[in-house]
């Protein structure tokens, strides 16, 4: 058994640049999917527009002003103490439309001078390359990634980004939460996902495990380019990981969690095995569906598989079984009674981390990575302009218990923990503020008024000793 955490563990923090920057037209930055997304609520779905109406607020085009306050930003991470930072490339930073030949110089700059500033404290910085934010030039010339032609697009983006930060990053990514779209009929997750906008007669399924798939080919590509590149470089997948629990002790229900999992967690063994498990070609016959796979994707996929997986965990789901084995999230999720949830009905489940944990250890045997965590909150700024955020803190403390036994008990191989939205930013699903994660609180509302002053709130306290003490104090 372990004692504790090692001295390399990774402490820090995520972001991904279109929930943060701003800057949405600076430098010659084209516009993103995220830059057509309006501010919604838990209730009101964000709505997707085809242009950028005057009457609207996208918030995604503000942030938190990261671009702007991103010196002091890096300055109070590394007051954390935070050993790793994971943010994301605006892919449309670096190729506008995404379809052209040569970078833009200046936003290839913006993510030197970041990296830089990183490592100057010694903070490593965890790159995702696609996180929710593929050119809208894409989607409109293209159909997003139902068309093929994207992955190239795609892998010329990744490899431009190795050939210029390989010695300055060696943690990557390729896309974050590939498998949110495993909700098809959510029309927001395919779009951030696959920048797909479904037409009335589409079906979503399959145009969903199309998109996955070239995306997998994609990935695959990536992680060869980025090896030939640079052999020390670490390049992952990237899952949200939510564990789906048995209604019942029902062998149906038992079942049905097992299937349930295994078609949102497909796409992890793709990555890791460089090849579909045999119940999806299975799937995919029965439904008769005519997949644009060729000889040659299945080998790309087969010599591409990924270093480690690395996955986000919010919460658990739990399924019970009614007349069907094919697992639709929109229907078949039902209440946890075990387990509270959050102001946006997130169930709020830590040992469901340990679970995970173990789970992923044991299917994939590869080393994992914690790249989001957290729980979204609101926050009251007071008079003395201080955030006693217990509620954070308490569900950070219970999390860091269980990934604790995971690592010390089960030695679990974990390279690291990077709670989400370490400072206030744009929720993706509802894009507003006020659902905060941060650590470090910034003074906006949901519309963009305030005066995006950065505040420590309790919890940043709280966790500067936690990575101090190599998480023996939690
Ligand atoms: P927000 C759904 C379920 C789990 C994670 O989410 C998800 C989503 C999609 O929103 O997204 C990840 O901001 C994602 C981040 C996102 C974060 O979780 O909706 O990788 O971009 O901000 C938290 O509260």
Same mark, same amino acid.
């Given at each position: 058994?372990?004692?504790?955490?090692?001295?390399?563990?990774?402490?820090?923090?995520?972001?991904?640049?279109?929930?943060?920057?701003?800057?949405?037209?600076?430098?010659?930055?084209?516009?993103?999917?995220?830059?057509?997304?309006?501010?919604?609520?838990?209730?009101?779905?964000?709505?997707?527009?085809?242009?950028?109406?005057?009457?609207?607020?996208?918030? &995604?085009?503000?942030? $938190?002003?990261?671009?702007?306050?991103?010196?002091?930003? =890096?300055?109070?991470? +590394?007051?954390?103490? !935070? *050993?790793?930072?994971?943010?994301?490339?605006?892919?449309?930073?670096?190729?506008?439309?995404?379809?052209?030949?040569?970078?833009?110089?200046?936003?290839?700059?913006?993510?030197?001078?970041?990296?830089?500033?990183?490592?100057?404290?010694?903070?490593?910085?965890?790159?995702?390359?696609?996180?929710?934010?593929?050119?809208?030039?894409?989607?409109?010339?293209?159909?997003?990634?139902?068309?093929?032609?994207?992955?190239?697009?795609?892998?010329?983006?990744?490899?431009?980004?190795?050939?210029?930060?390989?010695?300055?990053?060696?943690?990557?990514?390729?896309? &974050?939460?590939?498998? $949110?779209?495993?909700?098809?009929?959510?029309?927001?997750? =395919?779009?951030?996902? +696959?920048?797909?906008? !479904? *037409?009335?007669?589409?079906?979503?399924?399959?145009?969903?495990?199309?998109?996955?798939?070239?995306?997998?080919?994609?990935?695959?590509?990536?992680?060869?380019?980025?090896?030939?590149?640079?052999?020390?470089?670490?390049?992952?997948?990237?899952?949200?990981?939510?564990?789906?629990?048995?209604?019942?002790?029902?062998?149906?229900?038992?079942?049905?969690?097992?299937?349930?999992?295994?078609?949102?967690?497909?796409?992890?063994?793709?990555?890791?095995?460089?090849?579909?498990?045999?119940?999806?070609?299975?799937?995919?016959?029965?439904?008769?569906?005519?997949?644009?796979?060729?000889? $040659?994707?299945?080998?790309?996929?087969?010599?591409?598989? =990924?270093?480690?997986?690395?996955?986000?965990?919010?919460?658990?789901?739990?399924?019970?079984?009614?007349?069907?084995?094919?697992?639709?999230?929109?229907?078949?999720?039902?209440?946890?009674?075990?387990?509270?949830?959050?102001?946006?009905?997130?169930?709020?489940?830590?040992?469901?981390?340990?679970?995970?944990?173990?789970?992923?250890?044991?299917?994939?045997?590869?080393?994992?990575?914690?790249?989001?965590?957290?729980?979204?909150?609101?926050?009251?700024l007071?008079?003395?302009l201080?955030v006693?955020?217990?509620?954070?803190?308490?569900?950070?403390?219970?999390?860091?218990?269980?990934?604790?036994?995971?690592?010390?008990?089960?030695?679990?191989?974990?390279?690291?923990?990077?709670?989400?939205?370490?400072?206030?930013?744009?929720?993706?699903?509802?894009?507003?503020?006020?659902?905060?994660?941060?650590?470090i609180y910034?003074d906006?509302?949901?519309?963009?008024?305030?005066?995006?002053k950065r505040y420590p709130?309790?919890?940043?306290?709280?966790?500067?000793?936690?990575?101090?003490?190599?998480?023996?104090?939690?």
């Open positions: 058994m372990q004692k504790s955490f090692n001295n390399n563990f990774l402490w820090g923090g995520a972001v991904a640049a279109h929930q943060l920057e701003g800057a949405y037209d600076k430098d010659g930055k084209g516009l993103s999917i995220a830059d057509f997304m309006t501010l919604g609520n838990k209730d009101q779905p964000r709505k997707i527009t085809k242009t950028i109406e005057s009457d609207k607020y996208y918030p &995604n085009h503000v942030g $938190n002003d990261f671009y702007h306050h991103y010196k002091e930003d =890096v300055k109070l991470m +590394s007051d954390m103490g !935070f *050993k790793a930072f994971r943010t994301s490339i605006a892919w449309t930073r670096i190729f506008p439309n995404g379809d052209e030949q040569t970078p833009n110089e200046a936003g290839l700059k913006f993510y030197d001078n970041l990296f830089d500033e990183l490592l100057k404290y010694n903070i490593q910085p965890v790159v995702t390359l696609s996180h929710f934010e593929m050119p809208i030039h894409l989607v409109n010339k293209y159909g997003g990634w139902s068309n093929r032609k994207v992955i190239d697009f795609f892998v010329r983006f990744a490899h431009v980004c190795f050939e210029r930060y390989h010695s300055k990053v060696k943690y990557w990514m390729t896309f &974050n939460e590939i498998n $949110n779209q495993t909700n098809y009929q959510s029309t927001l997750s =395919v779009y951030e996902n +696959s920048g797909i906008k !479904f *037409k009335p007669n589409d079906d979503r399924q399959k145009l969903m495990y199309q998109a996955a798939h070239y995306e997998l080919v994609a990935s695959a590509e990536a992680v060869q380019i980025g090896h030939a590149i640079d052999p020390s470089l670490q390049i992952g997948c990237m899952l949200a990981f939510c564990p789906i629990y048995p209604n019942s002790s029902k062998p149906e229900d038992v079942l049905f969690a097992q299937r349930a999992m295994d078609t949102r967690l497909y796409f992890g063994d793709v990555h890791v095995n460089g090849h579909y498990p045999n119940f999806l070609l299975s799937y995919f016959q029965k439904k008769q569906y005519d997949m644009d796979i060729t000889k $040659n994707d299945l080998q790309i996929l087969e010599n591409g598989t =990924v270093d480690y997986v690395a996955f986000s965990y919010y919460m658990s789901f739990s399924v019970k079984y009614t007349d069907h084995m094919d697992y639709r999230e929109y229907q078949d999720l039902v209440p946890n009674p075990n387990i509270k949830t959050n102001d946006w009905g997130w169930a709020i489940d830590p040992v469901g981390l340990r679970y995970s944990l173990n789970w992923m250890t044991s299917r994939w045997h590869k080393p994992l990575f914690i790249v989001e965590n957290g729980v979204g909150a609101y926050d009251e007071t008079p003395d201080k006693h955020d217990t509620y954070r803190i308490e569900y950070l403390r219970n999390h860091i218990r269980e990934m604790k036994k995971a690592v010390v008990e089960d030695e679990v191989d974990l390279i690291g923990y990077l709670p989400w939205g370490c400072i206030d930013l744009v929720s993706a699903s509802t894009g507003e503020m006020k659902k905060r994660y941060g650590f910034v906006a509302d949901d519309y963009g008024n305030g005066s995006y709130k309790d919890s940043f306290y709280w966790y500067k000793n936690v990575i101090a003490t190599n998480g023996n104090e939690i």
